[in-house]
């Protein structure tokens, strides 16, 4: 089976991909591009709701031993930041702002960047501001605590259902101009 999303090009559609069609007035929803990256926000919406559901799965799992499942947690919640980042950079970029956006980017620099790069080394400026928005001891260089419930990074706690509700609120903005989209003609999912 193949799988396909179309989107068009601003002034095009996706029925008719060779004659420029003309826009009837200002608003119409083309004429924002930043709307069709819904499109790509969807792609890691989808992503973090598998990577929840990975987190929660590993709790499941018997005779593990706690370095096993440390190591399995921070590898999921690592990816899992990944996408919430990208979610809501995309998000953000359609002009839909949400408190935990900072939040997320926060957390994923650090277990994402600021452990590989600066191991065993000084902490850098940007780094130091970032252990202190996390409220990490300034004596370890990291401090993640996994639980199925929620992941706390030094004093800074993510809980599961905040991670949940946030996946929730994006998922009706990307319906919407989804649902739009195609019932204007503007996409095609099939």
């Not at 899992?80 to 990208?86: F, I, P, S, Y």
């Not at 950079?89 to 600066?118: A, F, Q, T, W």
Request: positive net charge; aromatic residues 10%.
């Amino acid at each position: 089976m193949t799988y396909v999303i179309k989107v068009a090009k601003k002034g095009y559609s996706v029925t008719n991909n060779t004659e420029k069609i003309k826009i009837k007035h200002p608003s119409d929803p083309r004429t924002v591009n930043n709307n069709f990256l819904i499109a790509f926000a969807s792609i890691y919406h989808k992503g973090a709701r598998l990577q929840v559901k990975r987190y929660k799965e590993i709790f499941s799992l018997y005779g593990i031993s706690g370095a096993e499942g440390a190591s399995r947690c921070l590898h999921e919640f690592s990816n899992l930041l990944e996408d919430l980042n990208t979610l809501s950079y995309y998000m953000k970029g359609c002009g839909h702002s949400n408190k935990n956006h900072k939040l997320y980017g926060e957390i994923r620099d650090h277990v994402r960047h600021s452990i590989r790069e600066h191991f065993g080394k000084e902490n850098t400026k940007a780094e130091k501001r970032s252990l202190t928005y996390l409220k990490i001891q300034s004596s370890l260089q990291e401090d993640i605590k996994f639980d199925l419930d929620k992941i706390k990074v030094g004093e800074t706690v993510l809980s599961v259902d905040q991670i949940e509700e946030y996946l929730d609120w994006a998922e009706i903005i990307i319906m919407g101009v989804f649902n739009e989209a195609e019932k204007r003609g503007y996409l095609k999912r099939s």
